[in-house]
């Protein structure tokens, strides 16, 4: 037996029972006894065992359904997470029924509740900007439908989770336009009740701390859309000193303040560096191209139904696992050539 690929029937053969046993046994059926469940899963735990999504849906049959709620799908971001999702789930025999919270709280709700209705397998879940209160998550677990969150995480519950390493690619694009030169910097923010928000946030402030530049909260501003770009970015062009450098939440309110700040009679990148977050489609339309954070969605979508798959088998047996995706910084026309190594 390898025990790198361990399968159900290497186990049932180690104890003496049916696979169907083994495969009853992980979920807890009340048909198999205490003891036989005990041993399957001791020996699950000591070879390590990883279950094979494509046979766990042919055992379960055609008709299995995962959840999944969403802020938006026009975000290049969700879109690419939408497709790691779909490809794995359907390389899996799996359908997957999708709900847009379009970031109201009410409606994510609603479709909490009607994924828990249609008694789907398992329920991946990305936040809405304006949740405070997750009852509605609660409620999840508590009908034992698996749950994982990815991206915007609900930090209230031991869950899994599959997240950006968010502060890290903050700290890195404050780094890159600190090196070109750029000294009065602004950050454009995101909700900071999200832990994106925060992180993105810590990552810009642990940049400035360690070269030695002062930490102005004045400098620290929410502006996470269209919207707010328009109604902020031409009040701060009227700062002086003017700043020179701006680290956005997310590409659209970047790709947003470079189109002001051009439209103000000021030059990208000489006179004012933009760096974004997402490098979507977005960044490569802007002129010039837009520096920015890659985050890999499509990874995060098939990191998170992996970790559905694992919870289906093990259950409560294993504690909750978080999967950190990393970040890579995409240097385009929107920055100067660093001056500092």
Known sequence: MNKGKVTIKDIARELGISPSTVSKALKGHPDISDTTIKSVKELVVKWNYKPD????????????????????????????????IEDLAYESGYQVMFCLSNESYEREVKAAETL????????????SKVTRNTDHFRKIADSGIPLVFFDRI?????????????????????????????????HLSGPQNLLIGKNRKNGFIRALKDHNLNVDDNNIIRCDTEDYARNIIPGLLERKPLPDGFFAVNDLTAATTMKIVKSSGYKVPDDISIVGFTSGLISDLTDPQLTS?????????????????????????????????????????????????
């Open 53 to 84: 999504p494509i046979a766990l849906s042919l055992q379960r049959g055609s008709g299995n359904t995962i959840g999944v709620i969403v802020p938006e799908i026009v975000h290049y971001f969700f879109s690419t997470v939408i497709g790691g």
């Open 116 to 127: 828990i209705g249609n008694r789907v397998e398992g329920i991946l879940v990305s936040m």
């Open 154 to 186: 609900c930090e209230d519950m031991e869950t899994d989770r599959v997240i950006v390493d968010d502060e890290s690619g903050a700290y890195e694009a404050t780094c890159h336009l600190i090196k070109t030169g750029c000294k009065n910097l602004i």
């Open 293 to 341: 954070v890659f985050q890999d969605g499509y990874s995060v979508g098939r990191e998170a139904v992996k970790l559905l798959f694992e919870r289906l088998v093990s259950g409560n047996e294993k504690p909750p696992r978080t999967e950190v995706i990393n970040t890579k910084l995409m240097i385009k026309g929107s920055t100067r050539i660093p001056l500092l190594v």
